[in-house]
């Protein structure tokens, strides 16, 4: 899976859908681009997160709500 195309599905559904919970959101990303890691996907979160383009928030010990950041 590349990196970008990966990046840009993710700030493409935040962008249609608003925040949504992490597990809603690989739901919809691994049905567009069929199986990817899971862990491929947090470290793109996390590299998006460190870029200032989405937050993420805890909700609980196993939840995690993420928004793109509008600006």
Do not use: C, P, W
């Not at 681009?33 to 196993?62: A, N, P």
């Amino acid at each position: 899976m590349n990196d970008t195309l990966m990046t840009s599905t993710i700030v493409e559904t935040l962008g249609r859908n608003g925040a949504l919970e992490a597990k809603n959101l690989y739901k919809r990303v691994k049905k567009l681009h069929g199986d990817i890691d899971s862990r491929f996907f947090d470290r793109t979160l996390m590299t998006l997160e460190l870029q200032g383009l989405v937050r993420v928030y805890s909700m609980s010990k196993e939840k995690r709500r993420i928004e793109l950041v509008r600006g």
